[in-house]
Structure formats: C-alpha cells, structure tokens
C-alpha cells in the first residue's frame, strides 16, 4: 500500500489544520493507521492512532485536541487538529500496518508502510 500525506501549513497557535493520509494499492480497510511527528532534532513520536475496527488511541499531549478518523471508501485516515501549540511544530508522518491484533499500535516499527511526511508549523 502506498500512503500521502497532505494537508500541513503554518498556522497560528490555538488555530486548527486537518491532515489527510490517502491510500493507494491494496484494500484500506484491512490496516492499522497511525500518525507520528518529528520535530527538528528530535525523535519521531507517536500521535494517534487508529485500528482497522475504529479503535483509537492517542498520546497524552495531543488528547482531547487532535481526533483521529478514517473513510475506508475513500481510503482516507484524518487527522482533525485543533487549539495548536508551537509545540506541535514537526513533519507528521502516516504509517500503516496489516491489522493483526485488535489493540492499537503505539511504536513506528509495527508499521510496515510509510508515506512521506507533511510539515505543520505553529506559530506563536
């Protein structure tokens, strides 16, 4: 499966940008999604995360402000980003994985896809 990320830009803090990973290739509905972020300097981390039956997770700095969804018809996974922080500056990057257990996938490596990333910068 081939992913692109799109939908990055720079906005101000405490405003709002949606994210977009479409799929190409095989099925969509099969497969885990998640998105991590890497800002300059640091590691990649996780953001969120979604199974290929709606379950989802989140990491802690992003709860209650991102939401995670998917349209398996579009083979569309979005990520809905509100009240930005400049923190939240970095390259976010999908990854998808075939679903193999019914528990979300935290860490880059179960992810067995990756498309390129999209830069979101926050100003203050």
């Known amino acids: 499966v081939q992913l692109q990320a799109s939908g990055g830009g720079l906005v101000q803090a405490g405003g709002s940008l949606r994210l977009s990973c479409a799929a190409s290739?095989?099925?969509?509905?099969?497969?885990?999604v998640g998105w991590f972020r890497q800002a300059p300097g640091k590691e990649r981390e996780y953001v969120t995360s979604i199974t290929s039956s709606g379950i989802t997770g989140y990491a802690d700095s992003v709860k209650g402000r991102f939401t995670i969804s998917r349209n398996n018809a579009k083979k569309t996974v979005y990520l809905q980003m509100n009240s930005l922080k400049p923190e939240d500056t970095a390259v976010y990057y999908c990854?998808?994985?075939?679903?193999?257990?019914?528990?979300?996938?935290?860490?880059?490596?179960?992810?067995?896809?990756w498309g390129r990333g999209t830069l979101v910068t926050v100003s203050s």
């Open positions: 990854g998808a994985a075939w679903s193999r257990y019914e528990r979300v996938l935290f860490t880059a490596n179960e992810y067995e896809y």
């Open positions: 290739g095989r099925p969509f509905s099969n497969y885990d």
